[in-house]
Each structure stands twice: as structure tokens, then as C-alpha cells.
């Protein structure tokens, strides 16, 4: 009922059908469901409600079939987009004041990563490793093509939070939580070795940025984010937006170590991220299931653990693991008209 009302608040989209299909894709428990009818209806349908700009043209794009979003060249290849996010390659650090506090503490993360590179830690040949909350390991493929050796140890990611690979790093987890304004719920060390090559690819999703912090072995090392390049520097912090495609290189005779991490898009708003955080829980639940379903755990085993897993609605996860909705929608690139196309469907909302 709720969603119809809030369909009938669009005015020209009277599909109501598109809108249960948006919500039920996500297999959202009674909890969640609750929480995104009441958003659609309170913030999505009220178009006065600034702090649910995004939000709103998110659902018009996933029921509106003329509805056109414009993307940059370099994003088209990002499997999620969100129309009207604004699209900046590099981020001026000086945006962010916790940018500085945050780099102080180098030396806490160096102590911590080279511990977890001396045990060994970190997964190889382009894997990494997730462990299942019943405390199953699973080797998954970064899906990237690369050349040398490229090597992660991810600690936070998708929405739920890994107790034993957190015991390795907790003071990194104490700080990211702590210092990091609006902390997507994703961290993970990374390292690649000399004459190494991450070729282009492109992010999942535009409604995160990516930080960098370089901490170790970084002369020679450099990395292009379409047509801009940055070359790396030990405690430089930089933030870029990784739905432009990019690539990396390590052409320095030292093994380069950095620590990543991510934050939502500054355009969000508070509301908005509690929205998105539900949405991309629930969806990290559906993979869980199909990687129990993968390694052969007992059905009865994995309602249990999913049924622990209850959705937490006010801190942020990381990014989800699915297409928010299968579709076959074209995200259209026109980098000329790409800023007043975005801003053309924006002052649509002017016209409902």
C-alpha cells in the first residue's frame, strides 16, 4: 500500500508492478521492508524532500523506461550507475576534514600490515579470501586481469564485518571506525610486487568514492583514472572515484604496499545512506546464500547464521554484491553533453 501511494505521488509513473519489482529483488526481511516503503513514501514521494534528490532519481531510473541517464566514456563500464552523482575523476582531499588526523596514524597501519605480511596473511594469485560467518573460508577472484603478483587481505567488505581477519588489524578497524566520516564498511591491504600491472578496469558502483593511502615501497608506482594520472607517494593520501575506468602499475624495484578503503559519495545525504545501507545488506544476504549453497553447508545451517544476520539500519556497509536490478537499461555516454543532461533530468522533477 504504501509503495502504490508513493507511485501516485510520481504522477506520470503509474507502474506498480516496476516498484514492487525494485523491492522485492532485494528479498528485503519484514524489518527492511518496512524501513524502504517508509522512505519511498515519506522522502521518495515528497518532491520538496531535497535530502532525497539522489534516491529519487535512482527509483525513476529503475522504473522509468524513457528515462536516459548520461555517463562519462570512462564510467560506462561501471556495472551500477546512479544518475546525477556528481562524476570527478580526483577529489581534492581538502573536502574531507578528517583526511589529516587519519594519515597521523601511518605508522599504526605500517605495524599492522607488515605484520600480516610477515604471517603470510595475504591471499594470492588474484583471490581473496571471505570468510563465512560459521567461520568457512572462501577463496573468491578478484576478477581483474593482472600481471605479476597482486595480493589483498581484506578485513571489512559487504556488509558484513569478519571477526577473525579484524583481530589481525584491530587497531586499523579502531581507527577506520572512529576517524573516517561517513566509512563505507570497506578496508582491505593490498599489495603488489615489483614489474606488476593491474590492467584497466572499472568500480561497481558510483555511489562510493575509493581512498588510497600509500604506505610502503611506492617509487615507481603510478596509476591512471581515465585520462589523469597520480603517481604514488608513502602517506600521500588521494581519493578518486573508481566507476572511471583505471589501471596501476608498480615499475619500482620495491614491493608497494597501500591500504584502501571507502566512503560514500558526498552527494548522499544521511537519509539517503540509511536507505542504500539496508538495500545493499539485504542483497549481500543472497550472495551468502549461494556461497553456502557452494560449498555444501546444511540448509539448516545457513537459516541459522542468515537469521543472525539481522539488518542493521544505521551504520553503513560496503558496497553490494549484485546489480541492484537486473535490467536492460543503457547507460548512455556523451562526455560533451554528459553535465547538462544530468542537470536536464534533474529540473524534471520541476515538471511532475
Known amino acids: 500500500m504504501l509503495i502504490r501511494q508513493s507511485v501516485q505521488q510520481f504522477r506520470k509513473i503509474n507502474d506498480f508492478d516496476h516498484f514492487e519489482r525494485v523491492i522485492n529483488y532485494h528479498q528485503l526481511n519484514d524489518t527492511g521492508r518496512q524501513f ?32 536516459i541517464f548520461y555517463a562519462q566514456d570512462d564510467q560506462v563500464n561501471c556495472a ?24 597521523s596514524y601511518q605508522d599504526v597501519f605500517i605495524k599492522e600490515m607488515e605484520s600480516l605480511y610477515n604471517q603470510q596473511k595475504f591471499s594470492k594469485n588474484g583471490l581473496y579470501v ?39 588489524v584491530p587497531e586499523t578497524v579502531k581507527i577506520l571506525r572512529s576517524k573516517v566520516k561517513r566509512f563505507r564498511e570497506h578496508a582491505t591491504y593490498s599489495y603488489t610486487t615489483p614489474n606488476s600491472h593491474i590492467e584497466a578496469h572499472n568500480g561497481e558502483d558510483n555511489k562510493r568514492l575509493r581512498v588510497i593511502l600509500p604506505l610502503i615501497g611506492t617509487e615507481g608506482s603510478r596509476m591512471r583514472v581515465s585520462d589523469e594520472w597520480v603517481y604514488h607517494q608513502a602517506g600521500n593520501l588521494f581519493i578518486f572515484d573508481d566507476s572511471f575506468e583505471h589501471e596501476v602499475w608498480n615499475e619500482g624495484n620495491s614491493t608497494r604496499l597501500i591500504l584502501i578503503i571507502d566512503i560514500w559519495h558526498p552527494d548522499l545525504s544521511d ?11 539485504e542483497s549481500y544476504k543472497m550472495g551468502l546464500i549461494q556461497r553456502y549453497y557452494d560449498k555444501g553447508i546444511d540448509l539448516d545451517e545457513q537459516e541459522r547464521i542468515i537469521s543472525e544476520l539481522a539488518t542493521n539500519m544505521t551504520e553503513p556497509t560496503a558496497e553490494y554484491e549484485q546489480n541492484i536490478l537486473t535490467s536492460d537499461k543503457t547507460v548512455y555516454s ?15 522533477l520541476q515538471d511532475l
Do not use: H
Not at 334 to 348: F, L
Open 271 to 281: 537519509e539517503e545512506i540509511q536507505f542504500y545501507d539496508v538495500l545493499e545488506k
Open 36 to 67: 524502504v516503503e517508509k522512505f519511498i513514501l515519506e522522502k521518495i514521494g515528497d518532491l520538496d524532500n531535497k535530502n532525497a534528490r539522489v534516491a529519487r532519481e535512482w527509483l525513476r531510473w529503475q522504473i522509468d523506461d524513457d528515462y
Open 130 to 168: 571471505e570468510f563465512l560467518p560459521n567461520g568457512t573460508q572462501v577463496e573468491r577472484n578478484i576478477g581483474i586481469e593482472y600481471q605479476g603478483a597482486w595480493n589483498v587481505f581484506q578485513f571489512l567488505t559487504r556488509g558484513y564485518q569478519d571477526d577473525t581477519a579484524q583481530l589481525l
Open 334 to 348: 556523451d562526455t560533451a553533453n554528459a553535465d547538462s543532461c544530468k542537470q536536464n533530468e534533474i529540473d524534471k
Open 80 to 103: 551500477v550507475m546512479t544518475p546525477v552523482l556528481r562524476a570527478k575523476k580526483f577529489w581534492d582531499k581538502k573536502e574531507f576534514d578528517w583526511v589529516d588526523e587519519f594519515v
